[in-house]
């Protein structure tokens, strides 16, 4: 648990940061954002100490940071910076043991727990543990610096924009693997980021500073539909009704479509009697084969030409990605449903564009009225 | 690209190699013979290195072909062989000509090396290092080659007739003394740069922590370095004669206006801009996101220092010590005018009789110390550096 309590940092007169509170519970992720230059980084170093507070107390579970040797409290503490800043002259496997060796860790734990990280954070440590960092990609690299953040398995983590440094598309890959260890090991972390989307994607609760102070401090939905100020408005953007897509998983609004298993198309017809038009085929494992359009099925042909065949990873989406994935996905191939598929292509489901619209709408009244004050 | 495809057709060093090669064995004389100090001499050709001068031409032609071989590996063989040949065949070649011009001769008469003798040789060494860095480093990292040519040397002495020129004649001479200086050159110039090491690697440090430190040092250092080493020394000389005069104790200790005392504090002096220079240069140079991380995940300043300023700095370092060593060789001879026994005095003794071969027993022990200590520790400091900074 972080708790910061009126912290204050003073470069000559300038306050780089004012009278800061905030705290992040224990397993909760707390992502801090802003625009450049507004004291985000200054308020991640107080908390190991990189930087000292002018004035105000900081807590880390339980314990005031200034009480502490900075060493020893920093040992403790997960850190990754945006730059990375891997050792270049050590291998992946002992930049990963950095902090272990500080405390002590004897050699054959330190190798297991390299390993353990490395499969956590998605690369084969068989290919991975003898590389040196000028070896790695962009986005293997980071994933090395959060393996090396997470090694001595501190309760607390410090990221600051971890991701910062990777294209979009390896970042959503990063922020979606991020979302799954968190799921696993449950971290305390600050994570400071200036991407918006990021925020929402990966926040239990998002604080949003301006030139030193905090604006507000809520979770993403409330952010999303109760902004405290112009300010935060402004900052979240005019697409505040996709963003929200991003809150809700495919799991969450799917609904059961109406299937037939390959070699038994004919059933279709009597689909089409019903309401559905569109009727998913599988095979014998339940692996998502295609779909027919019942408007399309005369009443003498064979209903095996109705069916589209499909790659079942390109006209699907997963059931624990986003709705704006599922909408996008949507737009992109020009359908007003989608097929939702589990990890091994087995259809578990279908999201209809009504869907996405009625989670999109979801608190728009309260918007309208910010919007109104704001004009007035 | 282009200038690649052109130099599969030749390689253009090697041919150069070959022709000062050719140069030196034709139109220069190869030796000088003089019946006494006094008479004249008279000049010889390759010809008189009876078939040493065959064999001297077929390796110009191994290094001729080696120009146009069709490989990369073929082309480095042959002109390796060749260069390496040449240098054994030149010592037995140098050999045949002083002891078949000194039959009949009185035992004042000498036979000295001529200047087409030395043109082979730098043919030799152009040929050996054609190719480039990447050459030079596989010529040099191979030991069996280099020992075999020096067999071929030593044994041209032996059995070969070359104790019977004049630089090996002198050599014999002096032969007591020669070791004495060329351990005093050693322990002078190895001191100077052990003391640069222990003073220079601290300041270069020291420089990267404080702003102040850094203008300072960097000045100061830069500025004996433009001062010319002889004037270093005279400089020196008043202060510590007075400071040995003042302090009896510190006379005991050697600390005079004359002797190795001057000479070293002016080594040291020399050697410490490159050591501190670049153990600034590669200690700033250390990513600042680097330190960044290492501290902010808990280490100490000194484990920030010891286990990833210093590491990531030590090519550089390395680097300093290096050009100091090559440095403080060389310009050890000067300290000679302050009364330091080395190498110098052979120089500057042949410099005034004018003798050229007292000259040269002085200075060819410099080059190869120079080249040989500059070899040894390029492949120091390649070993030094982290595998994952290497190149
Ligand atoms: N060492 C310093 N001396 C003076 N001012 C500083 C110093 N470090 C930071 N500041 C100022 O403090 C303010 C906050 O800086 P900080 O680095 O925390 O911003 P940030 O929110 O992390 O910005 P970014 O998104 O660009 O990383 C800035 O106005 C900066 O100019
Ligand atoms: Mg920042």
């Not at chain 2, 027993?361 to 410099?366: C, D, E, M, N, R």
Request: with cysteine; glycine share 10%.
């Amino acid at each position: 648990m972080i708790r910061l309590e009126g912290v204050t940092r003073r470069y000559g007169d300038e306050l780089a940061v004012d009278d800061l509170s905030l705290e992040v519970a224990e397993g909760e992720v707390c992502v801090l954002i802003g625009p450049s230059g507004c004291g985000k980084t200054t308020t991640l170093r107080m908390i190991n100490r990189l930087i000292e507070p002018s004035g105000g107390s900081i807590m880390v579970n339980g314990r005031n940071v200034m009480s502490m040797r900075p060493e020893e409290l920093r040992r403790g503490l997960g850190y990754v910076i945006q730059s990375i800043g891997l050792f270049p002259h050590l291998s992946v496997e002992r930049n990963i043991g950095v902090v272990p060796h500080l405390l002590g860790w004897d050699k054959q734990r330190m190798a297991e727990r390299a390993r353990e990280l490395l499969h956590l954070v998605g690369l084969d440590p068989e290919v991975y543990l003898g590389k040196y960092p000028r070896q790695l990609s962009g986005g293997e690299a980071q994933r090395v610096g959060v393996a090396r953040a997470l090694a001595a398995d501190p309760p607390v983590l410090l990221m600051d924009e971890p991701f910062g440094a990777v294209d979009p598309l390896n970042r959503e890959r990063l922020q979606a693997e991020f979302a799954r260890i968190q799921r696993e090991l449950h971290k305390t972390v600050l994570f400071v980021t200036h991407d918006i989307d990021e925020a929402i994607r990966l926040a239990d609760k998002v604080a949003i500073m301006r030139d030193g102070r905090l604006q507000q401090f809520a979770s993403p939905e409330e952010v999303l539909n109760h902004p405290a100020n112009k300010f935060v408005h402004d900052f979240v953007g005019a697409d505040r009704a996709l963003k929200r897509l991003v809150r809700v998983r495919v799991e969450d609004v799917m609904r059961s479509p109406a299937i037939v298993q390959e070699g038994s198309e004919e059933l279709a017809f009597r689909v089409a009697a019903g309401r559905r038009r569109f009727v998913y085929v599988i095979d014998a494992a339940g692996k998502l084969v295609g779909w027919m359009d019942t408007a399309d099925l005369e009443p003498d042909m064979d209903p095996a030409e109705a069916l589209t065949r499909v790659d079942p990873a390109q006209a699907s989406v997963r059931s624990d990605a986003s709705l704006r994935d599922a909408l996008s996905r949507m737009l992109g191939l020009g359908f007003r449903a989608i097929a939702v598929t589990d990890d091994k292509c087995r259809l578990v489901g279908e999201v209809t564009f009504a869907a996405v619209e009625e989670a999109m709408t979801e608190g728009d009244e309260h918007i309208t009225n910010i919007a109104e004050e704001d004009a007035g | 690209m282009s200038d690649h495809s052109l130099q599969t057709r030749f390689d253009r060093v090697a041919l150069v190699g070959a022709i000062v090669t050719l140069a030196g064995a034709t139109a220069l004389p190869f030796v000088e013979l003089r019946p006494n100090r006094l008479v004249p001499g008279t000049v010889h050709s390759l010809a008189d290195a009876g078939v040493w001068m065959f064999a001297t031409w077929g390796l110009v032609a191994l290094a001729l072909l080696s120009a146009v071989a069709p490989s990369a590996k073929a082309r480095s063989a042959a002109s390796s062989a060749s260069a390496y040949g040449l240098v054994a065949v030149l010592a037995w070649a140098l050999g045949e000509a002083a002891s078949t011009l000194l039959v009949g001769q009185t035992s004042v008469a000498r036979v000295s090396i001529g200047s087409g003798a030395w043109v082979i040789l730098l043919g030799a060494a152009v040929i050996g290092f054609a190719g480039g860095e990447e050459r030079k480093r596989y010529l040099l990292r191979r030991l069996g080659p280099p020992v075999l040519v020096l067999a071929a040397v030593v044994s041209a002495f032996v059995w070969g007739g070359l104790d019977d020129i004049s630089l090996a004649q002198e050599f014999e001479v002096r032969a007591e003394s020669f070791w004495q200086l060329l351990a005093g050159h050693l322990a002078l110039a190895g001191a100077g740069v052990a003391l640069g090491a222990v003073f220079g690697v601290p300041l270069g440090l020291w420089a990267t922590r404080d702003r102040k430190v850094r203008g300072v040092v960097l000045g100061v250092t830069g500025i004996i370095q433009t001062v010319p080493s002889l004037a270093l020394l005279g400089l020196l000389i008043l202060p510590l004669s007075a400071l040995g005069n003042a302090v009896p104790f510190l006379r005991d200790l050697g600390v005079r206006g004359i002797g190795a005392a001057p000479g070293l504090v002016a080594l040291t002096m020399y050697a410490l801009l490159p050591i501190v220079r670049n153990t600034y240069v590669g200690l700033a140079e250390v990513d600042p996101a680097v330190v960044d991380a290492g501290r902010g995940m808990g280490m100490s300043s000194r484990q920030l220092l010891m286990r990833v300023e210093l590491p990531l700095a030590l090519p550089l370092i390395m680097e300093g010590l290096r050009t100091a060593s090559v440095l403080l060789i060389g310009i050890t001879t000067l300290t000679v005018f302050a009364g330091a026994r080395n190498l110098g005095i052979l120089i500057f003794e042949g410099l005034g009789q004018f003798a050229p071969d007292l000259i040269l027993l002085g200075a060819l022990p410099v080059i190869v110390l120079a080249v040989v200590v500059d070899v040894a520790l390029s492949a120091l400091a390649k070993r030094l550096t982290p595998e994952g900074v290497r190149e």
